[in-house]
């Protein structure tokens, strides 16, 4: 359940130990260990990070009380996201998912000082593999997943992989169901001896039926909460956002002598939405239900991001010892192209959510429109020097100098910046004991913002710094890691959430915040057969009044995963997996004019797994979530929510050729 090493941090190939930052690994052997088949699931079980559903279809990830929007293919940022992920992605792609907490301006641009998440490809092998995989469960669930990987040719220097994935599920949610496709394929190619090229595409397609936009509101109209049974949906039974992301990359490198490689990387991602959306707004009354409104819409949207990055990095003897450089620059550029049409009934008067069965006349869409159609452009250069003062002491410098512009206009409101900032970055580790490290780093925060305010304006960029520091050991030849870090993050005009425009559109109003707190993390192999993936977070979120902020952000989160190779039953595999986090709350005003508070309670979810090697070839694995059957919110970031997922059990038949 770890890593021996990795360079998202700074390009640089370095252990997690030497890494001057906090870091966790999703390894595929816990992907597969807990079935854990969407990001969603994943990162829920990353230390210290909260993922918030807000919709069925929408999600927001944060980390040290901010969203996290910087994500990465291969250590290839997507500088451009809201840190909304709208449907799911798929794990049976990825090796690992890597989360690198507090800044990372040196390789993302914009130093966010959440998270940085990099989802890694999995790779061509030159021997044969193959398998087929198919799970059934809880709510209708069938998933079948193809992976074939080879080369025709005996050294292997031409190679390629494909993996395909087939999903179509009910949900425990009222007339939800969601089909998914997802498709990988890859080529490498040993030029030369020196020379690699890896070429790839993906494309995934989530289509869900009777998709909630916006959730269960939390509140009554005086003000007290609301309680549903857990299945209670919004969604009409028409309703539908179906989403397609396809990306292209090529990557090629190149080996200069022993000590230096220069790598070039492109790719294509396109962000496609399709809706036909159902709102419900407004407060129910507390003893009959009725005060919902409807808000129907029409939604079409399209994003086309290009990235390119060039890199060199090399190692190199001075004072002694071995040095370690990156230089580099990239290039993106996007386009945005939005369109929302209005249904005619707004406003129309909804029976009681419960026992309501989702019949609503699919209106036409002649009430009004709006549109956004904006480019942006981002241009960066980067270096990153570890200088190696002696063998236990290492200092780490480096600066991203960014250039932004953005022109066009987001539902009738001009969307422009043009923006140039270095975003500078220190930091050092120092071995004092032979397995124990100490490190430090610091960075600055400079993130243009694309949320819009309430009148439709973009909001400024968020500038600040970020702080970090702790001890990290290691042991068993890196099999086993931990890090215990403490952090203090200060941000200025960060976007917060401000509540919904009448339509259902979410609009942002702007905080200066801090965040302080303390993270341990460990990850690897305790003993022969023995596993564990752990972490947990405490910190303090609040602004420069000392008053608390982003109460919707859990403060302490805590996670433990142990998995266990039974010796006196040689092929059984078990496993438990627990979450908790503690309690959430967010204040804001009623359509009544009453200020109220939603709550939810801390809380934790309890997971149970086994794996048998029936044979060589055939494995069972078996995953029962939720085994307390928990009743909980699945979030508070606004003020409608829906409950999270109740007790499931799933069953994975795996054949390898």
Known sequence: ????????????????????????????????????????????????????????NRTYVSARGFDVSTYQYDGIGLPFSQGTQVGDIDTAVYDNIQVLRGANGLLSSTGNPSATINYTRKRATKVFKASIQGTTGSWNKRRAVGDISGSPMKSGRLRGRLIAVYENADSYLDRYSQEKTTVFGTIEADITKSTLLRLGYSWEQNDPNSSM??????????????????????????????????????????????????????????????????????????????????????????????????????????????????????TSSGLNRQLSLYGAGIGTALPPLEGWDGNYPQPAYTAGQNTAHFNYIRRSFYSVLRLSITHKLHLFGGVNLTHATSSGQSYGVQS????????????????????????????????????????????????????????????????????????????????????????????????????????????????????????????????????????????????????????????????????????????????????????????????????????????????????????YWSSLYWSQSYYGSPFSGYVTLTHQF
């Open 416 to 631: 422009n910046y043009n923006i140039t900032k270095p975003v500078p970055y220190t930091g050092a580790t120092y071995d004092f004991l032979k397995n124990y490290t100490f490190y430090i780093s610091y960075g600055k925060i400079f993130n243009p913002q694309t949320q819009l305010d309430n009148h439709h304006h973009i909001l400024g960029a968020v500038q600040g710094d970020n702080l970090e520091g702790g001890i990290k050991a290691s042991w068993f030849d890196n099999k086993l890691n931990l890090s215990i870090t403490g952090y203090h993050v200060h941000q200025n005009n960060l976007a917060n959430p401000g509540g919904y425009l009448a339509n259902g559109e979410a609009y942002y109003n702007t905080i200066n915040a801090q965040s302080a707190g303390t993270e341990f993390d460990i990850s690897g192999q305790i003993i022969p057969g023995l596993q564990i993936m752990a972490g947990g977070n405490l910190m303090k979120l609040y602004d420069e009044n000392d008053h608390a902020v982003r109460t919707f952000v859990p403060r302490q989160t805590f996670h433990s995963a142990l998995t266990w190779d039974i010796p006196w039953i040689k092929r059984l595999h078990v496993g438990i997996n627990l979450t908790w986090q503690g309690r959430m709350r967010n204040t804001y005003t009623l359509d009544s004019g009453i200020k109220t508070t939603a709550k939810q309670n801390n809380y934790a979810l309890l997971d149970f797994m086994f794996h048998y090697d029936i044979t060589k070839k055939w494995k069972i694995t078996g995953n029962f979530n939720n085994v307390t059957n928990k009743k």
């Open 213 to 330: 936009w916006g959730a269960l509101p939390l509140n009554n109209s005086d003000g007290t909460p609301t309680h549903y049974s857990r299945s209670t949906s919004t969604a009409a039974r028409y309703a539908y956002m179906n989403n397609r992301d396809s990306q292209m990359f090529g990557d090629l490198t190149q080996k200069i002598g022993n000590n230096w490689k220069l790598r070039l990387y492109g790719t294509e991602h396109i962000l496609e939405a399709d809706g036909h959306m159902f709102y419900a707004y407004g407060q129910p009354d507390r003893l009959t239900g009725l005060g919902l409104k409807s808000y129907p819409s029409r939604y079409n949207s399209r994003e086309k991001q290009w990235i390119g990055d060039l890199s060199l990095q090399g190692k190199f003897r001075v004072l002694s010892q071995t040095q370690q450089i990156v230089l580099g620059g990239n």
């Open 1 to 56: 359940m770890t890593v021996r090493s990795t360079d998202m941090a700074t390009r640089l190939p370095l252990s997690l130990r030497e890494t001057p930052q906090a870091m966790s690994v999703l390894t595929q052997k816990f992907l597969d260990d807990f079935t854990l088949q969407t990001a969603n699931d994943a990162l829920s079980n990353a230390t210290g990070l909260t993922v918030q559903r807000v919709e069925t």
